[in-house]
């Protein structure tokens, strides 16, 4: 199989080409530069890998939550692949990607949502070195962020939301949390993984239901 996986929810942009060889992954700190960048780092991997995108068996993008512009990028470059190509789609949560790339055992994943909150999400890594939430990713003001149902949960913090919010998310959790890392970003290289899972369980959608999702409906300044 041959999967290529879209990331474009923070102010990196990310893409990975997933084939029976491995993972390659393209990925770059980039604010503002997705939809320049996008379409030019896709064709570069699959250059490097020999493969037109034709050869390509499934789509797979970042569905937030995240900057609103980043995740329409993402799901419209998706969208579009998919509908030309005839492809499937297999939509990944962004924290999803974030936990992932964190190595942590567990994570508990956090994205700045601007207007004081953020998005969050509690994940355990499995057997087979894929996260999976343990709850609904939720969207609220740090200090206001629901506590793990297993009260002996302990993780990592990791996600740019702990640089924004660190001093008021450490007091909330501080209890269930072993270490911070804030600069860990959510990559394609670690979505596809998880997606190239989902679409092995059926997860896969069409074009037409690739669809982001925001848990916000109001759209912020920059994002």
Not at 46 to 67: C, M, S
Not at 88 to 115: E, I, K, N, Y
């Amino acid at each position: 199989m041959n999967l290529l996986a879209l990331e474009t929810a923070t102010d990196c942009c990310s893409v990975a080409l997933l084939t029976h060889a491995g993972v390659l992954e393209d990925h770059r700190l980039a604010p503002r530069q997705h939809a320049a960048l996008i379409l030019p780092m896709i064709e570069g991997l699959l250059a490097q890998a020999g493969l037109t995108r034709q050869a390509l068996d499934v789509i797979a993008f970042g569905r937030g939550p995240g900057a609103f512009t980043g995740l329409r990028i993402a799901a419209g470059v998706a969208q579009g692949l998919a509908l030309g190509l005839d492809r499937p789609v297999v939509p990944v949560s962004t924290l999803a990607a974030l936990a992932q790339a964190s190595g942590a055992d567990r994570t508990f994943a956090a994205l700045d949502a601007r207007l004081g909150e953020v998005y969050f999400g509690y994940y355990t890594r499995g057997a087979d070195g894929l996260v999976v939430a343990d709850a609904a990713d939720g969207l609220a003001p740090p200090e206001a962020i629901a506590l793990p149902a297993d009260p002996a949960w302990r993780g990592a913090g990791v996600g740019p939301g702990w640089g924004a919010y660190g001093e008021v998310l450490g007091a909330r959790l501080g209890h269930c949390i072993d270490a911070v890392d804030a600069d860990v970003q959510p990559r394609a290289g670690g979505l596809a993984r998880l997606a190239a899972a989902a679409y092995a369980r059926g997860e896969a959608v069409s074009a037409e239901l690739a669809l982001p999702v925001y848990l916000r409906d109001r759209v912020t300044h920059g994002s």
